[in-house]
Every structure is written in C-alpha cells, then in structure tokens.
C-alpha cells in the first residue's frame, strides 16, 4: 500500500511548525478511549483500523499513535513480559514489578543496541503506520532518549537509591540506553519517513522536576542532546515530550535541539501563554487542554471555553498544533471529545477570531 498524505493536511502542518498561519491550527492528539472508537467504528473488527477510522473522523492532523483501550473485561488481567510483571487497572496496563529490583541486579543488567534487523522491522513497522494513517493524518515515528528507560526499569525509588550508592553503574546503563535510543534515532532519520519526531521522556511532574535540574543536566540534557544530533543533521524536527512542569530546564532543552514542546499540562503549572511570549518564535507549542480535568470531568461548555482559550493565547501567528494535555483517555465522555474537536475546526482558522 502507497499512500500520499493529503496536500492540504501536510501545508497546515509545515505551516505551523515554520511557525507561520496555514488555513487553521494543525491537531495532535493520542486517543485512548474505547467509547469514541465504538461511536465512530462500532462494526470495524480491526482495532488499528478502527483507531484511523476516528482519527480521520475527528480531523485529528498528526498523532504519535494511539493507546490499547482496554476493555472493562480486561480488568484484572495481569501477565509478564521477560523480566517485567505487569497489570491492567482503570483501562490501562501498568509495570507491577520492574525488571531491576536491586543494586545487584543493576550491576548486571548490560541494555545491548539493536541489531540492523531490529532496526529495519523498526523502520517497516513505521513505514506501514504511516500509510495506514494516510491521507488525512500524519504518523509521526519516535523513541526515548533513554533516560526514562533506564529508571521505567527500576522504578524510581532504586533509581534514586542508584545516584547516590551506584553512580557509576547508573550511568553506564544510562548511557547504554541512550545508545540504543540513538540507533532509533539515526534509522530514522536515514529514511526520512517524516519530517518530525517525537521523542517522549517523563521528567517531571505537578510543580518542577522529578530529579534535580542539576542531575538532569548532567545526565539526561546531554543524552536528549545526542539523541537530537542524527535528527536535526537530517533536517527533522524533534517534539518533546514530558508530563509535568519542565520550566527550570526548558532552556537547556532548547538547547540540546528541542523543536517543540508537548504537552505543556496546565494543571502541573505550565503557562501555555507565557511559553507563547517567551518561546514562541523559536519553539513549537504542542496540546495544552486540560486532560486530567477538564475533558474528563468538565461540561461541554467547560470544553468549549479551555479549547477556545488555548486557541486564543497560543495559535495566532503558527507555531502551535493544539490537542489535549497528554491523550485523551479512557474517562474521557464522548461528547467532551466530540466538543474539543468541533471547537477548534469552528474556532481555529485563520486569522483567528476570538
């Protein structure tokens, strides 16, 4: 299957990312919800399919994926893959028990880089996203840069444990996840596949970072710095994304070759309108409607007045591809969704009016 990606969705897109006005603000959005997937596709048997089906339906621009959904039968269910002990509480699948229990186990565990093979089903696997998504939606392809990965694998209690009692050990797996993360990075940026990529690393949380800026500065903005470098040599944008408030790196992050922000979680003390102020020439602003609140829990009207508002503060002028603060989860009622995407289809054309 090949497929092209509409003209018109890909000129909105690289309008806005050259930070200029195209016919109205591109959507980026991460569905998972089962609820708008049955009310858009109730007879497609296939779930990816389906996925397309209302991204396409929502007018949804651009997307990292979508989420598993899963099902309230699917409650309780619990397995292991490898080393890791997972299970699936409130329609999502969570680690129970990290593969590193222990500085011991740290001191084993030796992440190796991915074969040319793994690299090339990598490629194919985005490759095939891509045209699925297509016409109307753009896939874009992305990984870590490592840094998540290493304390996602040991949860954060030993991983903090691990900076001071196993330092040295910390940053061998560091940089060795990194490195992995970086082969991803050159293979994507070798075939051109898009002309964005979104690499996703929680670092923060409600009010500041999850670690000191200073051990961030050390470790994590030097490996993102790398993980950028094969990208920005191609001529492909990097999207960040980090939940929480990442205001006391964000210059660094700059820095290291960030091209845009996701997804600027209001509720975790992120200014969306100052980020346009400060940043907006320089940096793309991705999402920003409430996610944890508002979409979930507010009234269609709530919806209606944070959707406009976001439209208000940061999409005049380019720069800005609104979506929610983070996905659009399971909790999230289907006229809530319905609303935030009429909304900026109604409200976020250009020259804004609002």
């Not at 979508?66 to 997972?86: A, C, K, V």
């Not at 090339?120 to 016409?135: C, L, T």
């Amino acid at each position: 299957m090949i497929t092209m990606l509409d003209p018109q969705v890909e000129s909105r897109i690289l309008a806005s990312l050259n930070h200029e006005e195209g016919d109205r603000v591109p959507i980026w959005d991460f569905i998972d919800n089962r609820a708008i997937v049955e009310y858009f596709a109730p007879d497609e048997p296939d779930y990816a399919r389906a996925m397309v089906k209302v991204y396409h339906s929502l007018g949804i621009d651009l997307c990292r994926g979508y989420g598993g959904s899963f099902s309230e039968e699917q409650e309780g269910l619990s397995g292991q893959d490898g080393n890791t002990e997972w299970r699936i509480s409130g329609r999502t699948r969570w680690q129970v028990v990290p593969p590193i229990r222990s500085l011991e186990d740290l001191r084993r565990w030796d992440p190796k880089p991915p074969s040319q093979a793994e690299l090339d089903n990598w490629i194919e696997w985005n490759r095939r996203q891509k045209e699925m998504f297509e016409p109307y939606t753009m896939f874009v392809p992305g990984g870590g840069c490592g840094f998540h990965a290493t304390y996602g694998a040991m949860g954060l209690h030993m991983f903090s444990l691990a900076i001071y009692e196993a330092r040295d050990e910390l940053e061998r797996v560091l940089w060795a996840q990194n490195e992995i993360a970086v082969r991803f990075a050159k293979a994507a940026a070798e075939a051109k596949l898009c002309p964005i990529y979104f690499i996703g690393d929680d670092v923060a949380y409600k009010g500041t970072t999850m670690f000191s800026p200073a051990f961030l500065r050390e470790t994590f903005i030097p490996m993102l710095a790398r993980t950028i470098e094969p990208l920005r040599n191609a001529g492909i944008s990097v999207i960040f994304h980090s939940d929480g408030n990442v205001m006391s790196i964000l210059d660094d992050m700059i820095e290291a070759g960030i091209n845009g922000l996701n997804p600027i979680e209001p509720i975790a003390g992120m200014d969306i309108a100052y980020l346009k102020r400060r940043y907006g020439k320089n940096l793309v602003l991705v999402g920003n409607v409430d996610c944890s609140q508002v979409l979930p829990l507010g009234t269609v009207e709530d919806v209606i007045e944070a959707t406009k508002e976001c439209i208000r503060v940061a999409s005049p002028g380019g720069g800005h591809f609104i979506g929610s603060s983070s996905e659009i989860t399971p909790s999230t009622p289907v006229e809530n969704i319905l609303a935030f995407y009429r909304t900026v289809h109604e409200y976020g054309r250009y020259p804004i009016r609002i």
